[in-house]
Nanobody, 127 residues
């Protein structure tokens, strides 16, 4: 009964900001790892940012370059990603993902190692 529902996507100009949210339900005592992935048309799904929900452990893809910040509100069972200084290359469908298991570093950005996925929220950045 685990469900992940993303929101907060939209269309912005280059340099703009968006805040994505992922509301989780049916997770029981929680998922150890959650994260954001994105997929542009014709491209593979790639990890953007992940975290350990037990505290700390924020991990970012190199292309983030300090522009995004992932966070998790355990009490609200919600994952967030603040996205600043957006660029046209950030245009993609953004997905929330969760793993029921602890993930080693080589799995943090591996989509196949996550168990649950939201339906995605689109982000379009125009130049």
């Amino acid at each position: 009964q685990v469900q992940l529902v993303e929101s907060g996507g939209g269309s912005v100009q280059a340099g703009g900001s968006l805040r994505l949210s992922c509301a989780a339900s049916g997770v029981g005592y929680g998922m150890p790892y959650m994260g954001w992935f994105r997929q542009a048309p014709g491209k593979e799904r790639e990890g953007v940012a992940t975290l350990y929900t037990g505290g700390g452990g924020q991990h970012y893809a190199d292309f983030v370059k300090g522009r995004f910040r992932i966070s998790h509100d355990k009490g609200q069972a919600t994952l967030y990603m603040q996205m600043n200084s957006l660029e046209p290359e950030d245009t993609a469908m953004y997905y929330c993902a969760a793993s029921r298991n602890y993930l080693s570093p080589d799995s943090w950005f591996t989509a196949a190692d996550y168990d649950y996925w939201g339906q995605g929220t689109p982000v379009t950045v125009s130049s």
